[in-house]
Nanobody, 129 residues
Framework: QVQLVESGGGLVQAGGSLRLSCTAS??????????MGWFRQAPGKEREFVAA????????YYADSVKGRFTISRDNAKNTVNLQMNSLKAEDTSIYYCAARSTPFSQNSPTRDYQYDSWGQGTQVTVSS
């Protein structure tokens, strides 16, 4: 059983920054063996991919809508994955979810939410224009 807990959401003005964190835990969970992703879902919309990072942190992936503004990183010693969000826009307003998957990114796309095994409860990000 894997537990993922997000933090760092909040209200920010357009152009501002937020840093989301996700801490993973589990009795038999080995964080460094999992790829990690961030997804988001706005009211009335489908969940969409935001960013992902492979087990080592050596490969990162971004949605076109956030490329150049968001940065994903991980600290395997602390079992955490972070999402630094800069130059925020009103359209970034969503609930942001952290997710973990055991299937290597080399086997299938990291952007598909159904490939992820475990999910956090989400953290709200609201960007005011």
């Amino acid at each position: 059983q894997v537990q993922l807990v997000e933090s760092g959401g909040g209200l920010v003005q357009a152009g501002g920054s937020l840093r989301l964190s996700c801490t993973a835990s589990g009795r038999t969970f080995i964080f460094s063996r999992y790829g990690m992703g961030w997804f988001r879902q706005a009211p009335g919309k489908e969940r969409e991919f935001v960013a992902a990072i492979n087990w080592s942190g050596g490969s990162t992936y971004y949605a076109d809508s956030v490329k150049g503004r968001f940065t994903i990183s991980r600290d395997n010693a602390k079992n955490t994955v972070n999402l630094q969000m800069n130059s925020l826009k009103a359209e970034d307003t969503s609930i942001y979810y952290c997710a973990a998957r055991s299937t290597p990114f080399s086997q299938n796309s990291p952007t598909r939410d159904y490939q992820y095994d475990s999910w956090g409860q989400g953290t709200q990000v609201t960007v005011s224009s």
